[in-house]
């Protein structure tokens, strides 16, 4: 594969979704990571599909070197996989929101699981505070979201109660296009 295209695809598969199914820790503890290491992370997290060439241009590095830095930090488990931002309300989704649970104590895994189900979730995340876990879902239209809320996620038995907040605009801070009022990253360099 052309070193131009890796950044676009990863040195590895990622399952559907765009990230491994679990927690990946690496046996050895993290090395620190310097500034041009942060600076490929924003680019890639800007533009998954920037080339490696783009890449070590805009870094101030050969492409040797940043090709070589961005399979250690895909070894290293900081770069978890590359993943296209989805206009959702364009995909036919809608509704989102996001829905805060209470759960019975101890039951953070299993909750985790059947969530991980649910059509539309997004992101969960357990966090402290008045609720145990957060929880961003994406439907086609209210109806739909009433559904799962009423439906789905109270049916879970660990699940004590939920509240619901609907989105009603949203903003991706990493899409640089949208500030500077452009149409979106280009295509990878050949």
Known sequence: MPDEQMAASGSAPVPAGGAASGPQVPSAPPRP???IDRSIMRLLQADGRASIRSVAE???VSRANAYARINRLIDDGVIRGFTARVNHERAGQ???AYITLKIVQNSWRTVREKLR???GAAHIALVSGDFDVLLLVHTPDNR???ELV?????AIPEVLST???LVFEETDLLDPAREAGGAGPALPEE
């Open 33 to 35: 990571l310097d500034p």
């Open 58 to 60: 805009q870094v101030h």
């Open 94 to 96: 809608g509704a989102s």
């Open 117 to 119: 189900e649910l059509p």
């Open 144 to 146: 739909t979201l009433r």
């Open 150 to 154: 009423l439906t789905r996620l109270q």
């Open 163 to 165: 509240r619901t907040l």
